[in-house]
């Protein structure tokens, strides 16, 4: 049978923006649901005094404010914050709670460049590319002074292609791709390389790699297979099925429909670019 969970304090108007996540949160539960899910971040927010001021003037729960004030004053641990707001609604059970503290235990042991990794795994979860790409770049600027294994370097390589993907294209990604391969051996890694040289139309080297690596038939006819079906997800797309209409304005002549179409689509590209990178 499912919990009912009575919110603790009031659900506040104003959301408490977590930046480097693009995260918008409105209540106590809506806050531990966050922690909870992504603890390897709760030290960049739950020490940070604008939290106990949302607790405070948003939440109205002075008392748990205080509480993290004190905690503050006194350079407490993160799992002693996460005891206080966890403490404040009824979201999780004990047993979920301890789990959680235990969780947060476990990350303190974590070395440097395995937290600095997983919160820059999170940033590129939520889409904040440009946060996480820093993150991925410091790491692997400072690699053989953190003594990160081969195999993690080239995971770290592996995600920051995948930024570069988003943000740059293709072509930039591609080398970051092989080197990842080069590190960790992973096939992941491989068909991503391989993928993109093709959609950045480099052929020959494409041709190169397949020959050095000694791809099997099989994960050519698997790349093949990928590929067509973005394509067709491609032309099934709402923003595909736009540049149609638009580009049948412009052949009928609708000037004035195809300007406004464009401006419009245009925008809508813009805000999703500034989403994912600003």
């Known amino acids: 049978m499912a919990r009912v969970v009575l ?3 009031s659900r506040s108007r104003v959301p408490l923006r977590l930046q480097t996540v693009d995260r918008e949160l ?5 806050i531990c649901y966050y922690l909870y899910h992504h603890a390897i971040t709760a030290e960049d927010y739950i020490t940070q005094d604008v939290l106990a001021e949302y607790y405070e003037t948003e939440l109205g729960l002075p008392l748990v404010a205080e509480r993290l004030r004190v905690l503050k004053a006194s ?6 914050y996460a005891m206080v707001v966890f403490g404040a609604t009824a979201m999780y059970t004990e047993e979920e709670t301890a789990e959680y503290l235990r969780e947060l235990e476990r990350l303190q042991d974590l070395r440097f460049w395995q937290k600095q990794k997983a919160k820059a795994d999170v940033y590129l979860e939520h889409r904040k590319y440009r946060d996480a790409m820093q993150l991925y770049e410091r790491l692997l600027r400072k690699r053989k002074e953190l ?3 081969e195999v993690a370097t080239g995971n770290v390589y592996h995600n920051l292609a995948i930024c570069e993907l988003h943000i740059t294209g293709a072509g930039s990604a591609a080398g970051h791709f092989a080197e990842a391969y080069e590190k960790n051996r992973s096939q992941e890694s491989l068909r991503s390389y391989l993928i993109a040289l093709r959609l950045a139309q480099k052929d020959n080297e494409y041709l190169t790699a397949l020959e050095q690596y000694e791809v099997s038939e099989f994960m050519k006819t698997e790349m093949d297979a990928m590929l067509f079906e973005c394509m067709v997800e491609a032309g099934e797309s709402p ?6 209409r638009i580009k049948k304005l412009f052949s009928e002549g609708q000037l004035p429909e195809y300007q406004e179409a464009t401006r419009e689509l245009l925008e809508s590209f813009k805000k999703q670019y500034r989403q994912d990178n600003m």
């Open 7 to 9: 919110c603790a304090g």
């Open 239 to 244: 923003e595909y099925q736009e540049l149609v």
């Open 75 to 80: 350079e407490a641990a993160v799992r002693e």
């Open 147 to 149: 003594e990160m294994p």
């Open 26 to 30: 409105y209540s106590a539960e809506e």
